[in-house]
């Protein structure tokens, strides 16, 4: 049992990182492109609002048609769930930014890629973590669904000690989830609390 949880964590991990590598580039990119395209920022946040309401389930799903059965349905359809809150704080943090700062360093001779570099990212990064650190203890969680179109990880083992009704194995897996959501949390908290501290 215990040899099997621990491939599943491995492959869980796996899956996590994966997706979330997949929602910071698309919620990084639409974040900027909603920050400073205002027409196009409704349209944007509105189609992030749509998606923190889809059922994580529905999302897995929905892929089967297109992507099959496997690793990479689950990615997709959680990166898909961790869009939502890295592109929303994005938006926010950029456009927090003190409008003196930016001034202030176009007085100074600054063109547009240093005044996001050395300014923006900054001023913005504190804000813009807590949408990535929201985002991580999502996908951990919701990952374990990935067991049910073929995935793996975690939800392996929490749906086998359903089936077969071994408590311990559920349990086990349950608590190594949550574990596991738990420090990845803890360790965003930490990076947001040393960048503002920076700030």
Same mark, same amino acid.
């Given at each position: 049992?215990?040899?099997?949880?621990?491939?599943?964590?491995?492959?869980?991990?796996? @899956?996590?990182?994966? *997706?979330?590598?997949?929602? #910071?580039?698309?919620? !990084?990119?639409? &974040?900027?492109?909603? /920050?400073? =395209? +205002?027409?196009?920022?409704?349209?944007?946040?509105?189609?992030?609002?749509?998606?923190?309401? @889809?059922?994580?389930? *529905?999302?897995?799903?929905? #892929?089967?048609?297109? !992507?099959?059965? &496997?690793?990479?349905? /689950?990615? =997709? +359809?959680?990166?898909?769930?961790?869009?939502?809150?890295?592109?929303?704080?994005?938006?926010?943090?950029?456009?927090?930014?003190?409008?003196?700062?930016?001034?202030?360093?176009?007085?100074? &001779?600054?063109?547009?890629?240093?005044?996001?570099?050395?300014?923006?990212?900054?001023?913005?990064?504190?804000?813009?973590?807590?949408?990535?650190?929201?985002?991580?203890?999502?996908?951990?969680?919701?990952?374990?669904?990935?067991?049910?179109?073929?995935?793996?990880?975690?939800?392996?083992?929490?749906?086998?000690?359903?089936?077969?009704?071994?408590?311990?194995?559920?349990?086990?897996?349950?608590?190594?989830?949550?574990?596991?959501?738990?420090?990845?949390?803890?360790?965003?908290?930490?990076?947001?609390?040393?960048?503002?501290?920076?700030?």
């Amino acid at each position: 049992m215990w040899g099997d949880l621990a491939i599943h964590l491995w492959e869980h991990v796996q @899956l996590a990182a994966a *997706a979330l590598a997949l929602a #910071l580039a698309f919620g !990084l990119t639409f &974040g900027i492109l909603a /920050a400073y =395209v +205002a027409p196009l920022r409704a349209a944007i946040l509105a189609l992030a609002s749509i998606g923190r309401t @889809l059922p994580s389930l *529905a999302v897995l799903k929905l #892929l089967l048609p297109w !992507l099959g059965v &496997g690793v990479a349905s /689950a990615v =997709v +359809a959680l990166a898909i769930l961790a869009i939502p809150p890295i592109l929303i704080n994005v938006d926010l943090a950029i456009r927090e930014v003190p409008r003196a700062a930016i001034d202030a360093a176009t007085g100074m &001779g600054m063109d547009g890629r240093q005044r996001f570099a050395r300014v923006i990212v900054p001023y913005a990064l504190p804000v813009g973590i807590v949408g990535i650190r929201t985002a991580a203890t999502e996908v951990i969680a919701s990952a374990t669904l990935a067991t049910f179109i073929g995935g793996g990880g975690l939800g392996d083992d929490i749906v086998r000690g359903l089936q077969t009704d071994d408590a311990g194995l559920l349990v086990a897996s349950a608590t190594v989830v949550a574990g596991l959501a738990i420090a990845v949390d803890l360790i965003f908290s930490r990076i947001a609390e040393r960048l503002e501290v920076l700030a």
